[in-house]
């Protein structure tokens, strides 16, 4: 297992796999978005209950899912990158977090837009929200502990170890509603008695959840390659600057 | 045992000679929970209702303002290093110093608080409440803030980071903290939610040190 993974982890390799599959991620993004918010805003019914609002659902619940996706990715990639000292994992974990925080904000978003007419409040203090608020606020956490340092190796490792801390919050989510007696409605798509929503929903629904994780690989992938090339140039213009000005021994 | 204990005193003893550390930690919690009766008016029954959450807010922030110092000093006078080379496993460490911080800072805001819960106008149940609530979960504090601590040991802005890092994981301490209050106010009962105070803590205990300890060995490489 360890010898498969540590073949990822050169560099070069990454790039071969990362053009291979990046033109499928975006491709398969674009095409199941398409496909999705069609059938989410058009063709599948309103709810009996929530009407046309019901629509917003079709953003939220994948965002919200991507949320805690994404932060399980940097834990994973977290704890990798501390144990086998995987540079390629920093990488990733580092670049997830901004997407992460936006999927997040997103899901944040997008469940108070639903909550005015639904609920008649913009916002409320249950756990399952508050307990996704504090996850927007690891997410901001990790962005900035990455870059507080001036030593960017340092600044990746206390992060990961931050990452590691907070996935303590992961099952709180999840849970938040079955714990505590919440606003928030329990789950209805991943239960042990199967999917308590209708076909004609529960499509939209996987399929937009699909788009955003193409969506996500597509962008770590930019972001990893970005940012590798950043690193590289980095180091071109360090060296640029030593051979410019530590002049060559004389003898 | 012996080391540890020796470090405890250590660090509690440098903390009482520099007597101001301890006494600003508390006179900052004094006066911001006496801010607020001018915030939002002196009427009794508002402050009252407020005033759990008031006072363990504050408490939180008071607990923060001592967080930085953790390893700061030592780490700056290399006496870190020597901390981390002892034979004494590093994560006990931590616990040796999480435990002067919070005899040093924790404690004096605990026997603060029953002077400020009379100034709230809070009742006497709620004052019990509030102090058994606040020995249970200001030692928590004091762990999850060593975490942060140790990883923002070097950082530039390391004082601003730190409040970002720590204050949402004190949030479940927030809640059943406060939950103990007005459930002894409203004469429920509130053992259950001293017992989640105490589960936390007993959470943090082996959790966090580890987590310092990791966060102090990156800083010191």
């Not at chain 1, 297992?1 to 790039?15: D, G, I, K, Q, W």
Request: charged share 10%; proline share 7%.
């Amino acid at each position: 297992m360890t010898v498969s993974l540590h073949r990822f982890a050169n560099p070069a390799r990454f790039l071969k796999i990362a053009a291979l599959v990046l033109p499928w991620a975006s491709g398969l993004t674009v095409g199941l978005l398409g496909l999705g918010l069609y059938l989410g805003l058009v063709a599948s019914p309103p709810d009996y209950q929530q009407g046309e609002s019901v629509r917003i659902m079709y953003v939220h619940v994948p965002a919200a899912w991507m949320a805690m996706f994404v932060y399980s990715v940097i834990a994973v990639a977290s704890a990798t990158a501390l144990i086998w000292r995987h540079p390629l994992a920093d990488l990733v974990a580092q670049a997830s977090s901004p997407i992460g925080a936006c999927f997040t904000f997103l899901c944040l978003v997008t469940g108070s837009l639903w909550g005015k007419p639904m609920w008649g409040t913009w916002w409320m203090w249950d756990a399952r929200m508050t307990s996704v608020l504090i996850l927007f606020f690891l997410y901001l956490g990790h962005m900035s502990l990455s870059k507080a340092f001036d030593d960017p190796v340092r600044g990746a490792k206390a992060a990961s170890v931050l990452a590691l801390v907070g996935v303590v919050n992961l099952p709180i989510i999840k849970f938040s509603v079955d714990w505590w007696n919440t606003l928030h409605q329990p789950a209805s798509v991943m239960r042990l008695d199967g999917p308590t929503i209708d076909g004609s929903m529960l499509t939209p629904l996987l399929l937009m959840a699909l788009a955003f994780t193409m969506y996500y690989v597509a962008l770590l992938i930019l972001r990893v390659r970005a940012e590798m090339l950043d690193r590289k140039l980095r180091t071109a213009r360090l060296a640029a600057v030593d051979a410019a000005t530590v002049p060559a021994p004389a003898r | 045992m012996r080391p540890f204990l020796r470090l405890v005193r250590r660090d509690l003893r440098l903390a009482f000679r520099q007597a101001g550390d301890s006494a600003t930690v508390v006179m900052f919690f004094v006066l911001a929970v006496v801010l607020i009766p001018f915030g939002v008016g002196p009427e009794p029954a508002i402050l009252a209702r407020i005033a759990g959450g008031i006072i363990w807010v504050m408490a939180m922030f008071a607990a923060l303002l001592s967080l930085e110092r953790l390893f700061q000093a030592d780490y700056e006078d290399g006496s870190l290093e020597l901390l981390v080379l002892s034979p004494q496993p590093l994560a006990a460490t931590v616990v040796a110093k999480c435990l002067a911080h919070w005899l040093s800072t924790g404690v004096p805001l605990i026997l603060a608080a029953p002077l400020l819960g009379l100034v709230m106008n809070l009742e006497a149940d709620g004052i019990g409440a509030l102090v058994v609530a606040l020995a249970l979960g200001t030692p928590t504090l004091s762990l999850i803030g060593a975490v942060g601590a140790a990883l923002t040991l070097g950082a530039r802005r390391g004082g601003v980071l730190l409040p970002l890092l720590v204050l949402p994981l004190y949030i479940p301490v927030l809640i059943f903290g406060v939950a103990a209050v007005e459930a002894a106010i409203s004469g429920l009962p509130m053992r259950p939610h001293l017992l989640l105070l105490g589960a936390l803590l007993l959470a943090a205990l082996p959790l966090c040190p580890w987590a310092a300890a990791a966060g102090l060995r990156q800083a010191l490489e």
